[in-house]
């Protein structure tokens, strides 16, 4: 018989988000170092990593308790973990793209204003997101990119994963 035990969300956040930010980190630092940057396709294996970290937290948080949890947690769980991953990433970018090699934020840039030319843009809407896009790079701007892109890619993964995963406690009479 499996007995019930609630478990506090934190721990399995703050374990599967550092573990999934280290994966994330390694991810972007051959992406970036590889020139798969701008690669949409490399996009799919950052998607991936957040789908291992709902995924997993959300196994975690189950299997510690009993194998009972609650859509709620579920959803809790993963966003959170996701979140964390997130902040870290952010941290990363920052720290990548300001010191490691700031040369490829201008790289990023002519890639992105080569996707906005097919849009038809005039020249004075291309130079101010151009300007925009070089302006992303700052710390506040790389935290909440992070933070922001993890949380609600972790919520809706954590959606459809505890809307599969979750298993109501048995309720004693």
């Avoid at 969300?9 to 550092?18: D, K, Q």
């Avoid at 934020?105 to 130079?127: D, N, R």
């Avoid at 992070?146 to 309720?171: D, F, H, N, T």
């Amino acid at each position: 018989m499996n007995t019930v035990t609630e478990q506090s969300l934190m721990p399995t956040a703050m374990r599967y988000g550092l573990i999934g930010g280290l994966i994330a980190i390694v991810w972007a630092l051959v992406k970036n170092m590889s020139g798969l940057m701008t690669n949409s396709m490399a996009g799919i294996v950052d998607l991936l990593v957040y789908v291992f970290i709902v995924f997993s937290a959300i196994k975690a948080l189950r299997t510690a308790q009993g194998e009972h949890i609650s859509f709620g947690k579920a959803v809790g769980v993963g966003t959170l973990a996701c979140a964390i991953a997130g902040l870290l990433a952010g941290v990363f970018n920052f720290v990548y793209f300001n010191f490691i090699d700031p040369s490829a934020v201008e790289e990023i840039v002519a890639y992105s204003m080569e996707m906005m030319e097919g849009f038809g843009l005039e020249e004075e809407a291309l130079e101010a997101a151009a300007e925009s896009a070089r302006n992303g790079f700052t710390l506040p701007r790389s935290l909440m990119s992070g933070v922001g892109s993890g949380a609600v890619i972790g919520l809706i993964g954590s959606l459809i994963g505890g809307a599969v995963m979750k298993k109501e406690a048995p309720i004693n009479v």
